[in-house]
C-alpha cells in the first residue's frame, strides 16, 4: 500500500525546535521530488518547502526560509524537516507529500501531524 | 491573501453541475499547469486533477479540468453527495519569491 506517515508534531514554545518525519511505504522516494505543507487549523493550505529527487535543490517559501531546513534520506525512505525559531503563527497540521504525477503535483499525501506553538 | 483566487463556496443539488474558477496570473496559472485537490472534512487533500485537465486513476470522470490564459476551472457534473468538500487549486509561481501556490479554497455544498 503506497503511503506516507509523518511524525514529530507536538506543543513547542515560540523560538523552540522540532523535527518533523516522514516515512514512505509502499514505494521509492528516490525517484521523485518531495514537499512539505502545512495548513492552520479551519484555513487553506500553504506550500512550505520541496526537495528534489537528490537532495541537491530545495525551495523555501519566504516565511520560514532560514528557520526549517528540509533533508531527505533516500536510503531510509524518509523525508525530514527541522523547524527552528517556531512562532505561534507555525501552528499548523503539516503535511508531507509526493510528486509522482508530475514535479508540481502532490499526488500521495500523509495524514498530517501537528505543530502547535505556544507560550 | 491567496494570489490564486477562488470563490468561497458553490453549492448545487444532487445531478447538477457546478464549476469552480480559479484566477492568477501569468506568473502562476498563465505559465504553469494547475492541479486541483479535494479536502473532504477531517482529512488529508486528495489529488482530484493535475496538469490542468488530467485525473489520476481513481478519480470519476465527472471530475474535470480545463485552463485558459491565467484562470483555470474544476467541474463537477452529476454531483453527488460524497463531493461535499473543500477544493483547492494550485499552481507553480515564477515570481520573485518562486514557489507553489494554493487558491483559499471552494466549500461544495450538496443541497
Known amino acids: 500500500q503506497v503511503q506516507l506517515v509523518e511524525s514529530g508534531g507536538g506543543l513547542v514554545r515560540p523560538g523552540g525546535s522540532l523535527r518533523l518525519s516522514c516515512a514512505a511505504s509502499?514505494?521509492?522516494?528516490?525517484?521523485?521530488?518531495m514537499s512539505w505543507i502545512r495548513q492552520t487549523p479551519g484555513k487553506g493550505l500553504e506550500w512550505i518547502s520541496y526537495?528534489?529527487?537528490?537532495?541537491?535543490?530545495?525551495y523555501y517559501t519566504d516565511s520560514v526560509k532560514g528557520r526549517f531546513t528540509i533533508s531527505r534520506d533516500n536510503a531510509k525512505n524518509s523525508l525530514f524537516l527541522q523547524m527552528s525559531g517556531l512562532r505561534p503563527e507555525d501552528t499548523a497540521v503539516y503535511f508531507c507529500?509526493?510528486?509522482?504525477?508530475?514535479?508540481?503535483?502532490?499526488?500521495?499525501w500523509g495524514q498530517g501531524t501537528m505543530v502547535t506553538v505556544v507560550s | 491573501q491567496s494570489v490564486l483566487t477562488q470563490p468561497p463556496s458553490a453549492s448545487g443539488t444532487p445531478g447538477q453541475r457546478v464549476t469552480i474558477s480559479c484566477s492568477g496570473s501569468?506568473?502562476?496559472?498563465?505559465?504553469?499547469?494547475v492541479n486541483w485537490y479535494q479536502q473532504l472534512p477531517g482529512t488529508a487533500p486528495k489529488l482530484l486533477i493535475y496538469?490542468?485537465?488530467q485525473r489520476p486513476s481513481g478519480v470519476p470522470d465527472r471530475f474535470s479540468g480545463s485552463k485558459s490564459g491565467t484562470s483555470a476551472s474544476l467541474a463537477i457534473s452529476g454531483l453527488q453527495s460524497e463531493d461535499e468538500a473543500d477544493y483547492y487549486c494550485?499552481?507553480?509561481?515564477?515570481?520573485?519569491?518562486?514557489?507553489?501556490?494554493f487558491g483559499p479554497g471552494t466549500k461544495v455544498t450538496v443541497l
Open positions: 494550485a499552481a507553480w509561481d515564477d515570481s520573485l519569491n518562486d514557489g507553489y501556490v
Open positions: 526537495i528534489n529527487n537528490r537532495g541537491s535543490v530545495v
Open positions: 501569468s506568473s502562476n496559472i498563465g505559465d504553469n499547469t
Open positions: 509502499g514505494f521509492s522516494i528516490g525517484h521523485y521530488f
Open positions: 496538469s490542468n485537465n
Open positions: 507529500a509526493s510528486q509522482r504525477k508530475s514535479p508540481d503535483a502532490f499526488d500521495i
